[in-house]
């Protein structure tokens, strides 16, 4: 007993003040608790191994050490390899990323577009940063940017017309999407709101509305858009099918964050309700004060899931004959000079999909740690 | 949901009824428009496909230039509808393009039920296999017991049985959904047989890495008349549209060139000198100028110099003239005299 008081009876190595044994910290510990803790786990582990081994390097040579940066044609981006198809031949990506980019926008006018992106940037930033000076006016700039954008992109009124039809690529991509995902949420709370009222007749709308484009999917709407409209217009007067796709989408995740607003406010203790009542709010006072705050709060991770969604759902569009910048890419795919490229095409356009919808899932993590107040279980 | 939705379908299709037969004055349109718009695919090899700075090419593409040529005297002034499968015939109908130059089989049911009007072939396609040369296959007729990559719900599928099952002969489908998709699986040896027309076998054949060790057999299943289409119900439209395409035939017949269709202006054939409208007023009594065919010519070209410059055996795609060849030499591109 007395021994333990006794520095002088330590086993060399086992006095407590001493740091850890290097095997137990650092990257050895990490690797020995995660990786080889059981021995299932090692099995596991080195089957990993061994897996990653057989496709890492034959991938990585693909990608980017066998690959082929530029060439005329896809004969001879394949003379340059060892073996036909024995890399990836991202001349034919590099050779039409400006079309990717543009579409057929006409080409002087493309800084319109340069600055249309840039504006974009800066309204995302302005609107998504918390401390910034001036946070009232980036809010005001973020909600102002979606009718700048439309007179930049489409002129008139001093600036030259480009018809909606030159839009192609990443640019329509960009827009169906940007366009679906800021119009649809506030039309997604109003209709959340609706569905909730206590006039009768309003509510009815907001249930019907919702509950059919809900029950549609969102293919049959684009065919409705591009085919049927023009049946139902007067003859004559021709209304812009990017247009009818705009409405189309934007209304159909609207019907989506409906839905996911209204879980948020009916996750809302009663209380809050209450409480707004009889503090003696308004209608209008109580939800922009006390509810919408919160049930938004709680409804971010839904409404984020809604945006991706809607997001990737804009590809839909080349059902339909658009040529956004999936269809595009297959559109360029037969080409008769790089024919058979389609690998290095759809990872181009996946790696375009992940790093925006990652960011997109990202920022909303960081918003929900940011609005965390402790109230949820 | 599903009878509301039913219903707006029904109402849409009563409507349509209507919209097709009230057009007329395309070729005013056109020409108040200044730009002629041809419902094209959204990409399909050789016959339409946009380039690395997005200008449409392809056979296709070029008769649309031509029909441009003739209606509006330049041929650069087309703009590219893009339809896809399931919305081509809308589009044309409810009045998004004025032509339809969209590789596209014509029909009973395309050209009474949809309420087309065809005018000729500009390319006769049909159904093909294509195999590698080392499973030494001659003939469609030994391939008892082979797997086929087919696309799903197409034409091509329902010939491809009705070919193996009047044989005697059992085959295995790979289902799948696009050519890439097709050539990928061919590559890979998950099937023996690739079968789609035979345009496209050609295409799938020239993007494989070794062309050569692949052979596309010389049965034909199925016809597949390709060419071009307008609305019912605008006659003067049909007519121009038909014999644009006849002028590109008949030029190449006579031997008018984009090279030499200036000096055929002198030629002493009347039917050259009708054509290019030094004599007589063709062009005026389809409504044109009567120099259409020269613009065609001199700006597009002749049949076989389309054929050559999109499709034809120097192109990646080596398709060979086979039976779009001239009906003077074995093919069956055949047109009426300009007379």
């Known amino acids: ?377 | 949901m599903k009878q509301k939705t039913t219903a707006v379908l029904s109402a849409a299709a009563l409507v349509l009824g209507f919209a097709g037969t009230t057009q007329a004055g395309t070729l005013e349109d056109v020409q108040s428009q200044g730009v002629l718009r041809c419902v094209v695919s959204t990409g399909i090899a050789g016959f339409a496909q946009p380039d690395a700075s997005g200008v449409w090419k392809g056979f296709d593409i070029d008769f649309c230039r031509a029909t441009a040529a003739a209606v509006l005297g330049d041929a650069n002034k087309i703009e590219a509808v893009t339809s896809t499968g399931k919305t081509r015939f809308t589009k044309l109908n409810a009045g998004e393009g004025d032509v339809l130059w969209r590789n596209t089989t014509i029909t009973f049911s395309r050209d009474v039920g949809v309420k087309l009007r065809f005018h000729g072939v500009n390319y006769y396609d049909g159904q093909g296999f294509m195999v590698k040369k080392s499973l030494g296959v001659n003939s469609a007729s030994e391939l008892d017991g082979a797997s086929v990559c087919i696309q799903t719900g197409t034409t091509t599928e329902l010939n491809l049985a009705d070919y193996f099952s009047s044989n005697g002969m059992k085959y295995e489908p790979v289902t799948i959904e696009t050519n890439d998709e097709a050539r990928q699986n061919y590559e890979s040896g998950r099937c023996d047989v690739y079968t789609t027309d035979a345009s496209g076998l050609a295409s799938t054949r020239s993007a494989l890495p070794n062309p050569g060790d692949h052979m596309v057999l010389p049965e034909i299943i199925s016809k597949e008349p390709l060419g071009p289409a307008t609305r019912h119900g605008d006659d003067q439209w049909s007519d121009i549209v038909t014999w644009v395409l006849n002028a590109t035939i008949t030029a190449e017949e006579l031997g008018v060139t984009m090279a030499n269709v200036d000096q055929m202006k002198s030629s002493n054939n009347p039917e050259v000198l009708r054509l290019l409208g030094v004599d007589g007023s063709q062009g005026q009594e389809l409504g044109l100028s009567n120099d259409w065919a020269y613009q065609i010519i001199k700006q597009v070209g002749n049949y076989g110099e389309i054929f050559e410059r999109n499709i034809g055996v120097d192109t990646p795609l080596g398709i060979a003239r086979g039976l779009n060849a001239l009906w003077t030499e074995g093919g069956l591109i055949y047109s009426p005299p300009f007379r």
């Not at chain 1, 954008?149 to 169906?176: M, N």
């Not at chain 1, 049927?228 to 989408?249: A, C, H, K």
Request: charge should be positive; include cysteine; hydrophobic fraction near 50%.
């Open chain 1, 1 to 377: 007993m007395t021994k333990s008081f006794n520095p002088q009876s330590y086993e060399p190595g086992t006095h407590p003040d001493l740091p850890p044994p290097a095997i137990t910290t650092g990257l050895i510990g990490w690797i020995k608790t995660n990786l080889f803790s059981s021995p299932l786990n090692t099995a596991l582990t080195l089957i990993s191994i061994w897996f990653l081994w057989q496709i890492l390097p034959s991938s990585f040579h693909w990608l980017f050490t066998g690959a082929v940066w530029s060439a005329v044609d896809r004969k001879e981006c394949w003379a340059m390899m060892d073996a036909p198809r024995d890399g990836a031949c991202w001349a034919f990506i590099r050779g039409s990323l400006e079309l990717f980019l543009y579409g057929w926008y006409p080409e002087p006018e493309r800084w319109r577009v340069n600055i249309t992106f840039f504006l974009f940037g800066a309204a995302v930033f302005g609107a998504l940063r918390e401390n910034i000076p001036g946070k009232k006016y980036w809010l005001m700039f973020a909600a102002v940017f979606p009718f700048l954008a439309a007179w930049l992109l489409f002129g008139g009124f001093g600036l030259e017309p480009v018809a909606t039809s030159k839009l192609g690529g990443i640019l329509l991509t960009l827009v169906v999407a940007v366009t679906g995902i800021s119009f649809s949420l506030p039309l997604g709370i109003a209709l959340a709101l609706g569905r909730r009222s206590r006039l009768p007749v309003l509510r009815a709308i907001c249930v019907i509305f919702i509950e059919f484009i809900r029950g549609v999917p969102l293919i049959t709407l684009l065919f409705v858009a591009s085919t049927m409209l023009t049946y139902f217009l007067p003859p004559g007067s021709s209304f812009d099918l990017l247009i009818r796709v705009l409405i189309m989408v934007t209304l159909f995740a609207a019907a989506y964050i409906a839905e996911v607003v209204r879980g948020g406010l009916q996750g809302l203790a009663s209380g809050q309700y209450e409480a707004a009542d009889a503090l003696g709010l308004t209608y209008w006072q109580s939800h922009r004060l006390i509810i919408l705050p919160q049930a938004l709060k709680i409804s971010i991770p839904g409404i984020v899931n809604t945006f991706i969604g809607s997001y990737k759902d804009s590809v839909l569009v080349l059902i339909i004959g658009m040529m956004d910048i999936l269809g595009l890419g297959r559109a360029r795919l037969n080409d008769p000079d790089w024919l058979g490229l389609a690998p290095e095409l759809y990872i181009f356009i996946s790696l375009f999909f992940f790093v925006s919808c990652f960011a997109m899932s990202r920022y909303s993590l960081s918003l929900e740690k940011k609005l965390e107040t402790g109230h949820q279980s």
